[in-house]
């Protein structure tokens, strides 16, 4: 009933307006991209004219504890002063998000993982003046772990740390968070995202959220700053009209590479992912030597499309000696499967994945540069494009243009630009 009638509180400005305001609260174990879904809310509802703080917990300790909150004891569930300098923290954080809301801001964000449900009492008992909502972030990718295991290693708080060293002190941190765990169930309004798949799994309003509807529709759209899709160079294989395959770059193919260094290297861009084979690092590796600043990604997701029985071979060779597969692909090309390979219709979950797990590793970046293949690149496209799926293998994927793409939820974009 509290939880109601503090819903339907709205606020009286001075000027007798309506105004309204609301808390928000991250929920999460760390590395689940809370941080990132947070700079969304607040770039969606800046776009509205509306003011929005994140206070971020993280930011807070290192700034006030800096090195003595790196060690992982420090987050021991029973280290009694860990604890309690943590929620010295985390009351910090809710005087200035109260601050922030009395003095005209509408939305306050607290970033943390308040992965307790103490914690979250506490929230809930200080924090009655306007609705809080929690924002809870799922996911549990080994793959994504690690990529962010990694990031966090590179942190200036492990400086002096081997990667090595600075890896596992930031596991047995998760570890300790594991332990002090609960995901929401009894806190008054809430929703539950998977933060890889932008889904929501589960929500539950037990009062009005304002901005509630402007919030859930950034938690599920699209991300992607600007994503530039570009195909690999050319090939031996290429030119020898083979498909599939490990082939390397031809000398036109590493001029390709080299133009599109070129080009990028006036262009801000900070993870650069590739496939697994070599004409997709060869390619890479011109723009990698340039901008040693960025972030590089093979992932296995971006491979080619796997022609089984027929990779290495000419399309007029698959024509003649296997009429009948031939005949099958041409008559309905998205849905044949190779023999002993893969199809565009079975291709369509493992790019979506890697393609989800690219966007989670780059979280907020200003751009990302994807280096695919012909059939990936086509997936890739047809989720941005929504096209039909008997016109999605015929999509044009050149290797001197690439693909700009930018999806968030105010802005589509696409363009095909050329680089040499
Ligand atoms: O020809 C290059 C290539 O990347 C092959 O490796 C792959 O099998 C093919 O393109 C995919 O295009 P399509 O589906 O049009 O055959």
């Known amino acids: 009933m509290q939880c109601l009638l503090k819903g339907l509180s709205t606020i009286s400005a001075s000027r007798g307006l309506t105004v309204k305001k609301l808390y928000v609260a991250m929920v999460g174990l760390p590395a689940r991209g809370k941080s990132t879904l947070a ?32 060690a992982p004891e420090f987050y021991h569930p029973d280290n009694a002063e860990g604890r309690a300098r943590r929620e010295e923290l985390a009351q910090e954080n809710v005087a200035h998000a109260r601050a922030f809301l009395a003095g005209g801001g509408n939305v306050a964000i607290l970033d943390a993982t308040n992965a307790s449900r103490a914690r979250r009492a506490m929230l809930e008992a200080r924090l009655t003046d306007h609705p809080l909502l929690f924002v809870e972030c799922r996911n549990d990718d080994p793959v994504l772990l690690e990529a962010s295991l990694e990031r ?44 890889v798949q932008n889904r929501i799994l589960e929500e539950r309003l037990g009062a009005r959220v304002p901005f509630f509807h402007r919030i859930r529709d950034i938690l599920v759209s699209d991300w992607v ?101 031939y005949a099958a692909r041409m008559r309905d090309k998205y849905n044949y499967v190779y023999p002993q390979g893969e199809g565009y219709v079975t291709l369509r979950e493992r790019v979506e994945r890697g393609l989800k797990r690219a966007l989670f590793i780059a979280g907020d970046a200003p751009g990302v540069l994807l280096i695919g ?48």
Not at 43 to 70: C, H, K, P
Not at 163 to 187: G, K, T
Not at 262 to 277: A, C, G, K, L, P
């Open 373 to 420: 293949h012909q059939a990936i690149n086509r997936m890739i496209l047809s989720h941005f494009l929504y096209r039909r799926t008997e016109d999605v293998p015929h999509i044009y994927i050149p290797q001197n243009q690439f693909y700009h793409i930018v999806a968030t939820q105010r802005k589509k974009l696409f363009e095909l630009v050329p680089f040499m």
């Open 152 to 195: 966090k290693a590179a942190l200036p708080e492990f400086a002096g740390k081997t990667r090595a060293e600075a890896i596992a002190s930031f596991r047995q941190r998760m570890d300790y968070y594991e332990r002090m765990y609960a995901p929401l169930e009894d806190e008054c309004c809430w929703v539950r995202v998977d933060s």
């Open 225 to 325: 700053r600007n994503l530039y899709l570009v195909r690999h160079g050319e090939t031996t294989y290429n030119v020898e009209g083979r498909i599939g395959g490990d082939p390397e770059l031809t000398a036109h193919g590493k001029e390709q590479a080299d133009a599109l260094a070129r080009h990028f290297s006036r262009v801000e861009v900070t993870h650069i992912f590739t496939s697994t084979r070599r004409r997709s690092s060869m390619t890479a590796a011109p723009l990698k030597a340039a901008r040693p600043d960025c972030r590089i990604m093979a992932l296995p997701e971006f491979d080619e499309i796997d022609a089984g029985l027929c990779e290495g071979m000419r399309y007029e060779d698959i024509q003649s000696e296997m009429p009948e597969q």
């Open 39 to 70: 700079k969304r809310i607040r770039e969606g509802l800046e776009a509205e004219g509306l003011r929005v703080g994140i206070f971020n917990n993280g930011e807070l300790r290192r700034t006030r504890l800096g090195r003595d909150s790196t």
